[in-house]
């Protein structure tokens, strides 16, 4: 299901469409609403039939968001505790990552303040 979200958003980002759409997802708009806040998207719009359209972010031509990848796959799930996640993002690590923690979904720096640590989804930079 993510792995849709994501190759939907690469793909777009690739030949420079303003928006995608799709169905909605259980979980998509969470996961949205971290690349909104991070401003790596413009923004996106629910609709009655359950369709989502994203409205992507350019800057000076260039897409903003110029890295996302999936980390996690259900046969290879990545785990991070908060203090590896802590080490990880003070590196040289520039973007956002998306977890999937007991309290929910939610950005890595979001994770690391409220000292959670689980399942790294995606990257995005």
Do not use: Q
């Not at 799709?22 to 039939?49: M, P, Q, S």
Request: charged fraction near 25%; hydrophobic fraction near 40%.
């Amino acid at each position: 299901m993510l792995a849709k979200l994501i190759n939907k958003l690469r793909n777009a980002y690739v030949v420079y469409h303003i928006g995608v759409s799709f169905r909605e997802i259980k979980f998509c708009a969470k996961v949205l609403d971290i690349l909104w806040k991070e401003n790596l998207i413009r923004g996106y719009k629910k609709t009655n039939k359950g369709v989502i359209t994203v409205y992507l972010r350019y800057h000076e031509g260039y897409p903003v968001c110029t890295r996302l990848i999936l980390l996690s796959s259900p046969r290879d799930r990545f785990y991070l505790s908060s203090l590896d996640l802590f080490r990880v993002m003070d590196s040289s690590w520039s973007g956002v990552f998306i977890l999937s923690t007991p309290k929910g979904i939610m950005s890595g720096t979001e994770a690391i303040r409220r000292g959670e640590g689980g399942e790294i989804l995606a990257y995005a930079s």
